[in-house]
């Protein structure tokens, strides 16, 4: 893409294996750079793949490449992505993404395109393409074959303007205050409510149009316009607001801020032991005992995608009948989150191999939970992502793990929720055999990392709104489809919990009860 004879590499065709999909691009630019029509100043710019591409590529620092903007991507390839969580084998990422981008490497050349020999050409790519499934199997820890593309490995080899795009619904957020803190280039943040998908059209918004703030950016960084972009705060961002979830969540509630920078001097980290929680359904005691369930996770159960089916996270409920449950409040007031928390907790499990789920819930006055930020640690990393150690059964083990990035305002009424489990399912495989999980709640605790008081900006930002509008749900018939299940509510029973879905569709609501081994039946 040319504008103002300053070219803009849009990377949406780039490969996203590490070890080829960015040693095509600095040739390009200096190609570009090069031409009569050409000021010499190149912008680099995607969504996430190309939001790879376009930091890996910044990070080889073509002379040319001036600036970038990277949409929905991550400086974490093992950690951040498709392949692992935690150290977790993802699962739904890793069976849809890299099976249909196999088929899509399979694809022949378009013939008008490639021209003469496009049949050979497609010959060779049936012989020689590799799934890249198998070797994201073979590298299970953090290796080489990550830190090659991944930014986080040296912010500093960036140069080039670099502006970041997130998402609080999007699985690609966790590079957004870290990388703001570690750059030494021109920078700049806008960290929005939105998924993996457009600003102008995903669930959730409030929804924006990027494309004016896009231009802002190649002006001041590949034309020199003096708009003032590099003087205004350097982080834009939607601080979130209790919102009843739902998988189809239209929007929600919150505001936009600017921020000065990263860190912040008003940061505070505020301990919540576990100790001093109310742990509901369960008698006070110094230890609690989980046993291990492989299908804990389902109501948050992707987390890089907010359209349907891919829905949103619902009512935390079902998930917290088999976690372990710890609860601070109600509060008294406003209680103001940024960045990323932490679990601190000593854990003993009964397995060499096991998982620990946290998820960060928000209580409201009726008992719905909804989900603020979540994270996972498979346990045999607990000392290094590169050299995993198995657990020594019944041995009691210090674990401390951050959780994903957080922005969001508990209210007054709300009360603060931890849920902990050993899986986060289907979002990630289960461990391998069945474990039983000790925690001790001395010394164990929730860090949150809190603001206190007000914005040092009072000036709002107001960013561009969108030009489309969003897409409507529709059935495989053509008609608007229905509602998934909008309410899920715990009743009490002999036998463990009962749950009750309520749905707008035509067919006529069931009641499932799970009983004391969790078998599914309809009564």
């Not at 299908?295 to 829905?311: F, N, Q």
């Not at 620990?356 to 000392?383: I, Q």
Request: overall charge neutral; some cysteine; glycine content about 8%.
């Amino acid at each position: 893409m040319v504008r103002c004879s300053h070219p803009l590499v849009s990377t949406t065709t780039a490969a996203r294996s590490p070890s080829r999909k960015t040693t095509v691009f600095p040739p390009t630019i200096a190609w570009l750079a090069s031409q009569e029509w050409s000021s010499g100043a190149v912008g680099m710019y995607g969504t996430s793949w190309s939001g790879f591409n376009s930091l890996a590529v910044a990070m080889r620092r073509p002379p040319a490449l001036r600036a970038i903007c990277s949409i929905f991507a991550s400086d974490d390839r093992y950690a951040d992505d498709v392949h692992y969580f935690g150290g977790a084998l993802k699962q739904l990422d890793l069976v849809d993404w890299p099976l249909y981008m196999f088929l899509e490497n399979l694809l022949p050349p378009v013939p008008s395109v490639y021209g003469e020999g496009w049949r050979e050409q497609w010959a060779l790519r049936m012989r020689e393409v590799e799934p890249w499934v198998l070797r994201d199997l073979a590298e299970q820890t953090y290796s080489a074959y990550w830190k090659q593309s991944s930014l986080r490995e040296d912010y500093g080899a960036v140069e080039a303007a670099t502006m970041l795009v997130c998402g609080w619904a999007d699985g690609y957020k966790n590079i957004s205050l870290r990388a703001m803190a570690a750059l030494r280039c021109p920078r700049r943040l806008i960290l929005g409510p939105w998924s993996h998908a457009s600003t102008e059209t995903c669930l959730p918004g409030p929804n924006a149009d990027l494309v004016p703030e896009m231009a802002r950016w190649w002006d001041r960084w590949l034309r020199g316009v003096d708009n003032g972009v590099d003087r205004e705060p350097p982080i834009v961002l939607f601080m979130r607001r209790p919102t009843r979830p739902a998988p189809d969540l239209r929007e929600l509630r919150g505001e936009w801020r600017f921020e000065p920078g990263w860190p912040l001097e008003r940061s505070a980290e505020l301990p919540m032991p576990l100790a001093n929680a109310r742990a509901p359904g369960r008698l006070d005691g110094p230890t609690d005992e989980l046993e291990i369930r492989g299908d804990v996770g389902w109501t948050a159960w992707i987390s890089c995608a907010g359209g349907l089916p891919w829905g949103q996270p619902m009512d935390q409920r079902p998930d917290e009948a088999y976690s372990l449950v710890y609860e601070w409040g109600p509060l008294e007031r406003e209680l103001e989150v940024l960045g990323y928390p932490r679990l601190e907790v000593t854990v003993r499990s009964s397995a060499p191999v096991a998982f620990l789920s946290a998820k960060l819930c928000d209580v409201f006055p009726d008992g719905t939970s909804a989900l603020v930020t979540r994270g996972l640690l498979n346990l045999t990393h607990r000392d290094s992502r590169e050299h995993p150690s198995p657990l020594e059964p019944d041995r009691p083990y210090r674990i401390s793990f951050e959780l994903e990035v957080a922005g969001y305002i508990f209210e007054p009424g709300h009360r603060i929720r931890l849920d902990l489990a050993g899986t986060d399912w289907p979002n990630a495989w289960p461990p391998p055999e069945p474990v039983t999980l000790t925690v001790e709640r001395a010394g164990s605790a929730l860090v949150l990392p809190t603001l206190a008081g007000p914005p040092p900006i009072p000036e709002r930002p107001s960013l561009p709104p969108p030009t489309r509008e969003p897409h409507e749900i529709e059935s495989s018939r053509g008609r608007p489809g229905p509602s998934p299940p909008t309410a899920v509510r715990p009743r009490a029973t002999g036998g463990g919990r009962r749950w009750r879905s309520g749905t707008r569709a035509r067919s006529a609501s069931r009641r499932w009860t799970r009983g004391a081994r969790g078998s599914a039946r309809a009564p």
